[in-house]
C-alpha cells in the first residue's frame, strides 16, 4: 500500500494543488488499499479452502471447511 501512495505522490500533489478537497484524495486512497485488502483476503481464503482438503489429516476436532476458523484467520490478517 505504502508503495502505491509513494508511486502517486505527484498525482496526489497535482491533485491538491488543483483544488481537490482532502477528503476526495483521501478516498481515492482508501479504495485503493480496499481493493488490495479484499483481493488478498479473497485469494487467502480460496488458497486456505482448496489446501485444506489436502491436510485434512493434520487438523485435529477441525474440518477444513469450518467457517468459524476462516473467518478468525481473516480478521486476524487485517
Do not use: N
Amino acid at each position: 500500500m505504502a508503495f502505491g501512495v509513494a508511486q502517486r505522490t505527484r498525482e496526489i500533489g497535482i491533485r491538491l494543488a488543483m483544488g481537490a478537497q482532502r477528503s476526495s484524495v483521501l478516498r481515492l486512497v482508501a479504495r485503493q488499499s480496499m481493493v488490495l485488502l479484499l483481493a488478498g483476503l479473497t485469494a487467502g481464503l480460496l488458497t486456505a479452502a482448496a489446501l485444506g482438503r489436502f491436510v485434512s489429516w493434520m487438523l485435529f476436532s477441525v474440518s477444513p471447511s469450518d467457517a468459524s476458523v476462516y473467518a478468525f484467520a481473516a480478521a486476524a490478517t487485517i
